[in-house]
Structures are given as structure tokens and as C-alpha cells.
């Protein structure tokens, strides 16, 4: 092979043959080899590439230098097809190699599952055993987990696949808990690359579609509002019906558009947020005295934080609160949010000739140690599931970008259960938030 000796000969074999997956190799009768491509590649990525293929620099010793993994396939083929090195291959159709079945939690030791997935064991079968399946099974069962049966959306029930429940949790708490390509999720969990994203899909809506009502319903903690509200008004909050602070939460996302939509048509200008300059969907959230975080949405980027608040519709709910225990309980944000008899804010100055006087900017600096609470959850959850840092790879028209951070905010609460909190901390209410057991918050959402 006239390539340089440092260059294993398998792998430029192996390359070869993975990277030839999508053309077609004739040798016209002069002698001269074309390639003829798919339909699945656009012309202009092929013009490119035969372009850079074609290129003096472009051999194979450069085309292995290449960071990019897809381009350095497709270079190296072309360097290779200027050589004549493949005269004599015969290149089949290759799929998405499997590296074995997915691995089970007793391959890892503890230290390593505590790593990879942010559960200790025992925890992680204590969630298994309260979780439910889209059909409503417990995933845990007397002989042990479940079977998955699940379809991917464009086979539309034709082809079914399986996966143990256990694997199928552990594929989606590796996926969320950092940034993450499928050939890395390969190394450490095994599987093919298609089996892994097809179960963490499912999952993900599962988890979604049957918990997340739990995590946007404030009516939920009515029966502790008379607590929160006594312990805050003691920490030296100057209302004593306060219960929750609201703010807003901006998911940074890839820029919308090209061949990314594959299911949605979005426009870059449909979700671009000129405050944060990125494209991306917002929530509103909302957190209670013992840590438990709340969330609603998502909506676009260009859609302002309060008519989002509007639209979770928390004011009816606080309402109907009120009118069962017979006391209004607040919320409270920052100025975005509107002045209601169950909403108050940060105060806000109306011109610059009239600014703040002395007494109001004494009481944003007093409501300012609430409201960090929140930001310091944002923070948690994205550092303790770090796929939602991500935005280069969250891509809107062909992703469920929208079930992630509600997915990421109940894990965030059933791993405040088990391991504490930061808010909770911070206003001491360690007791109130562990005298509720994961098994009766994820119970909440199977009833």
C-alpha cells in the first residue's frame, strides 16, 4: 500500500472500507476511477469533498490528521482512490457496528457507576423498582428487570425492539449526565450506536410523558405551604406567605434550520433570544424552601418571560389553593414577572430620573438572598447532568430538545431526595426535604 509505514495497514483498511459505506466504486474504461454517489449525499457536501479529495495536499497521511471524523473517511477514500490502492477490494454496505451487548450495573464497580451515572446502586434499583413504563408496568419485577418492547417513530410500530429496564435507565442517565457522542457511549456501555440512541429516546419520553405532570403542578406541596411560609418568614423574609420563587430558564440550542429539521421546519429567527444572542427555548421555573424545583415549558426564545408565566397558568393554581385552605400564598420573581395578589417582584425604578430610594434598594438587597436559590438550582442541575450544556449538539428540528431539562429537573429532585440539596442547605429544611422517600415522589406520578 503506498502510504507511510507509521499508518497501520488494518486501520487504513478498515477506514477505507467504513468510509466507502455510501459510494459506489467503477473504473471507467481508460482506467480512471469515479465515484459515483448516493442519493443520501447532497451535491454540494460532495462537491466539497471532491474537491478537497482532489486536492494535491489531500493524501492519506493528511486525511488521517483530520479531527473530523466523517471528513477524514471520506478524504482518506479519495486519497486512496488516486493511488489505485482499492483495485482489487470488494467494499460492502457496512452498519453500525456493535461492540457486544449493552453492559450490565454489575460491570462497574461502585465508584465508577457513582461516576458515570450520579447514582450510587442501591439507589439507582430503588429508582428502577418506582418507575413505571409507558404501559404502566413497574420496570422492576419479582425475577428482576423488565423487557422493554418499543418502536422508533418512522418505523411506525413495524420493527420492535428490546432492551432490559435496568440498561435502558443506565443508557439514559450516561446520556444526560455529560456531553457525549454515541461512539464514546459505545467504549463505555457497548451496543451499536443505533440501539443506544433508539432506547435513550424511548426513555427519554417515558420519563417525560409520565413524570414530568409532577414537576409542574404546584398544588402538589399545598399541604406544606403553611411550613415553607412560617420558615422563611424566620429567616427574615418580610412576607409571610411566601412560598416559591420564580424565574426563567434559557436552554441554549444549535441554530435552527438546514438539515438539522428533520422533523420540524424552524427558522433561526423563530428562536433567537436577543438578551443571550443564542438560539435556544426557555422555561419557567419555580423552587420551593426544601430544594424540590419545579418547571414548565418550554417555549420559543423570542417569547418573553411573562407571558410565559402567564401561560403555565401557576395563578390559577395558587388560586385554587387559596380557596381550599383558605389563605392566599405568593410567589416571587424578578420584574419581568407581573404584580399580583399571588405574585410579587423585585422593584424596578420607572425612569432614570426617578431611581430607587433607599428603603426599596434595602428591599431588593433583603429579597435578593431568596431569589439566588434559584439560579444556584439552574447551576446544579446542568453541572450534575451535563449533556443539557451541550448546546452545539442539542439541534431542534431533529431532537426532543424540549423533554430534556424537565427530564434533567425530576432527576434533579429524586437526587435531592437521596443525597441533599443546596437550597435545602441553605434554608435548613434538610428534614423537611428527606422526610419524603423516592418511592413516594415517584409515586406521584404513576397515580
Given at each position: ?298 417555549w420559543r426564545g423570542t417569547v418573553h418571560d411573562a407571558t410565559a408565566f402567564y401561560q403555565t397558568g401557576v395563578l390559577d393554581a395558587l388560586g385554587e389553593v387559596a380557596d381550599e385552605l383558605g389563605r392566599d400564598y405568593i410567589g416571587f420573581g424578578d420584574s419581568a414577572y407581573p404584580l399580583h395578589r399571588f405574585m410579587q417582584h423585585i422593584l424596578k425604578p420607572h425612569s432614570v ?95
Open positions: 500500500m503506498p502510504c507511510n509505514q507509521s499508518t497501520p495497514r488494518e486501520y487504513v483498511k478498515s477506514t477505507l472500507l467504513y468510509s466507502l459505506e455510501r459510494f459506489r466504486v467503477k473504473k471507467s474504461i481508460s482506467g480512471v476511477t469515479k465515484i459515483e454517489p448516493l442519493k443520501l449525499i447532497r451535491e454540494r457536501r460532495l462537491q466539497r469533498i471532491l474537491l478537497a479529495g482532489c486536492s494535491q495536499n489531500a493524501d492519506v497521511l493528511t486525511a488521517l490528521r483530520l479531527r473530523n471524523r466523517a471528513t477524514q473517511r471520506q478524504l482518506l477514500a479519495f486519497a486512496l482512490c488516486k493511488r489505485n490502492c482499492f483495485s482489487s477490494l470488494k467494499v460492502p454496505y457496512m452498519r453500525s457496528t456493535s461492540k457486544g451487548p449493552v453492559k450490565e450495573p454489575a460491570d462497574f464497580t461502585e465508584l465508577e457507576f457513582r461516576e458515570q451515572f450520579r447514582f450510587r446502586k442501591a439507589h439507582f434499583f430503588r429508582i428502577l423498582n418506582a418507575l413505571q413504563d409507558d404501559q404502566g408496568r413497574a420496570m422492576m419485577s419479582e425475577e428482576g428487570p423488565i423487557t422493554l418492547r418499543y418502536a422508533r417513530a418512522k418505523d411506525k410500530g413495524k420493527r420492535w425492539k428490546t432492551m432490559r429496564a435496568d440498561k435502558a435507565l443506565m443508557i439514559l442517565l450516561r446520556r444526560m449526565a455529560a456531553p457525549c457522542r454515541w461512539c464514546d457511549l459505545q467504549l463505555i456501555l457497548h451496543g451499536s450506536r443505533t440501539g443506544l440512541s433508539d432506547c435513550f429516546n424511548y426513555m427519554l419520553s417515558t420519563v417525560h410523558a409520565r413524570y414530568s405532570p409532577i414537576t409542574c403542578d404546584i398544588r402538589l406541596w399545598k399541604h406544606h405551604f403553611a411550613h415553607f411560609a412560617a420558615h422563611l418568614a424566620s429567616w427574615g423574609c418580610p412576607f409571610d406567605c411566601l412560598v416559591a420563587i420564580f424565574d426563567g430558564h434559557f436552554q441554549p440550542t444549535c441554530r435552527p434550520g438546514g438539515d438539522a429539521c428533520v422533523y420540524v421546519n424552524l427558522k433561526d429567527y423563530q428562536t433567537f433570544a436577543g438578551k443571550e444572542r443564542l438560539h435556544g427555548v426557555k422555561y419557567q421555573c419555580a423552587v420551593m424552601p426544601n430544594g424540590m424545583a419545579m418547571v414548565w415549558g418550554p430620573d426617578e431611581p430607587l430610594t433607599r428603603l426599596q434598594r434595602r428591599y431588593n438587597a433583603l429579597m435578593a438572598r431568596f431569589r439566588i436559590v434559584v439560579e444556584n438550582i439552574f447551576a446544579e442541575c446542568v453541572q450534575c447532568f451535563g449533556f443539557l450544556r451541550d448546546r452545539h449538539n442539542l439541534r431542534l428540528g431533529s431532537m426532543q430538545v424540549g423533554k430534556l431539562f424537565p427530564v434533567g429537573i425530576f432527576l434533579y429532585n429524586v437526587r435531592a431526595l437521596l443525597y441533599g440539596c443546596q437550597t435545602a442547605t441553605y434554608f435548613g429544611q434538610e428534614e423537611c426535604l428527606l422526610s419524603m422517600s423516592v418511592e413516594e415522589y415517584i409515586k406521584l406520578g404513576n397515580d
